[in-house]
């Protein structure tokens, strides 16, 4: 019999399950090509700005949006992208409240426009798959985290509950695929 934990007899069961679920963790948040480059970058942040004046930030997290939380650009390169499209005379930079609010002029907006009949970064092929792709692991490691807190603390009879849950969610996992 493995030792208790929280008074559970299931010690052993649940330390496994849990080492399993850190390890799933850690491969589901793994981001799938989201390394970009330093010309995805310019067109993003291009294409950000047509739409509004923005600080760097606010550019950052639009990014992420708009590419589903596949792709987030640090600061160490949008900031120097910026840096060059103002020496480019693309954007303009504006100091207000301590934060620099960065505009395209009208030579930024030409090319951003001409831009815009090509695909955005965050719209290449690859990327919305890649979005989609992360969501089923992440669900798998949440429920397998509620699984986890189960099996360490729950009792004989809600285990034998959540274990029929499981296999019925298993189940009906598989015959969505069954249906296509």
């Known amino acids: 019999m493995a030792e208790s934990y929280a008074g559970s007899p299931f010690a052993g069961a649940a330390t496994g399950l849990w080492d399993t679920l850190n390890q799933l963790r850690g491969s589901f948040e793994q981001k799938i090509g989201t390394r970009m480059g330093r010309g995805d970058v310019r067109a993003a942040v291009l294409a950000i700005l047509v739409e509004e004046p923005m600080h760097g930030y606010q550019i950052i ?36 409240g301590g934060k620099k609010t960065y505009s395209l002029t009208d030579a930024g907006r030409a090319e951003a426009e001409a831009a815009l009949e090509r ?11 890649a979005a989609h792709a ?47």
């Not at 695909?119 to 798959?129: I, L, Q, T, V, Y």
């Open 119 to 129: 695909s955005a970064p965050w719209e290449m092929p690859g990327m919305r798959a």
């Open 61 to 96: 997290r639009a990014i992420e949006d708009r590419s589903h939380g596949m792709w987030k650009p640090s600061p160490g390169s949008v900031y120097p992208t910026l840096q060059l499209l103002a020496d480019e005379g693309l954007v303009t930079a504006d100091e207000s």
């Open 134 to 180: 992360g969501t089923i692991p992440k669900a798998g490691a949440k429920l397998a985290q509620a699984a986890a807190q189960v099996a360490t603390s729950g009792s004989p009879a809600q285990i034998d509950e959540a274990v029929a849950v499981l296999d019925e969610a298993r189940r009906k996992v598989y015959a969505i695929l069954a249906q296509g």
